[in-house]
């Protein structure tokens, strides 16, 4: 019953607008995958540092512990290739060609080899005249004095079978965005072939540019977006990345959802810049935005102890819940916050919800952060109850008790960006 009147609704949702691009059925729900940018950055110096630097190589050992090690059945299934993949000149057709020596298979056979272990392979482009690194060719090439290359680049993609492609922002002016990315767009679509479109259009012209973003529009074109600065592997960059998701929270939840969900980048657990408490504040924070999953760390070093935030099961469901739903910020103030995600199950009309405590002061001893549950979930019906589960089972149980309207949810937090995190599960 419940899940036919849901249906019904989600049908009625999506009847009532124009069908957009990203209504293709990719991206239902968050992706999942690697993308080596963080982690890698763009070396390309294969005789010096020759299991780090960006080549065919790198992206297939990738692929072997994603599945070797558990991530693929758990929905990490993107291989994400980023910049200086290319050669600096196009082919006498004027297609992109795969840098020669570092990718001797091609695109396509890697594409390949993703599709042999059941992953999937994405690739990296520009909307400008060069890719970000400076040298490399993007798609709008003017440099080459001749027309810009979006249609033949998309059916490039699509005859090698790539999956999922992302557009950066560099060497154009991004006051062109709004005609720029819808054309890639319709020639992705055009080829036929399901692409997983990311764009970096919202991130170049908001934070570069100064421009408030069309997010409407990047909705209906984008099926991830990156609308803020790239992810450094370091909390003060995870800290200012969970502000600004606060600054705009209501506009992220309004515009973000299946098919095209806010992208704050990269998870970069499993690096040296944080600890192991914001490790899992980055994972709890993703998952409770419907954030894209996309790791980027050297799987082949993976410590146990971030391999298992990374594979967090509660948290996955989490991210990966049917309804796509943005959490929204309850509760702020210099030191703590408090987000909140409806998810499934859904009984009767009422929802049940991801909470999360953030602590963020830099000293000092474990803290009670404490509200009644009618202050996180304000249209809370008098009678009813939600069982208390730890999604890291911080208090060593995985129930914590029952509450209801007027209860207080309180739980221990440490400081220095730790959180605790439960799942409201309505009865
Ligand atoms: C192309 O876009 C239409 C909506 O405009 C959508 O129904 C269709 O599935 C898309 N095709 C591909 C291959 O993405
Ligand atoms: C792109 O290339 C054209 C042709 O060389 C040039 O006029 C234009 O300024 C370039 N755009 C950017 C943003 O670099």
Redesign the pocket.
Known sequence: MITILTIIFVTLLSSSHVLAKTDDGTARTPPMGFLSYTAFDTDTDCDRYPNSCINEQLYKEMADRLVADGFADLGYRYVNVDDRWMEKDRDANRRLVADRKRFPSGIKGLADYMHSKGLLLGIYGDI??LTCSGTLPGQNN??TGERDFFDIDAQTFAEWGVDSFKQDGC???VKKYDQLYPRMGDELNKTGRHILFTCEWPFFQYVLGGIHPDYAAISRTCHTYRNYKDVLDSWASIDEIIKYYGDYNDEFIKYSGPGHFADPDELTIGNSGLSYDQSRTQMAMWSVWSSPLLISTDLRKLRPEYKAILQNRELIAVNQDRHGIMAKMVYRDNDHQIWVKPMEPVIGGQWSYAVVYLHKRPMGHPIYMSKTVSELIPDVKDNTKYEVHDLFLDDGKEILGTVGKNDRLELLVRPSGSVRMVKLVVK
Do not use: I, K, L
């Open positions: 400008g005249n003017h440099n060497y154009e002016d």
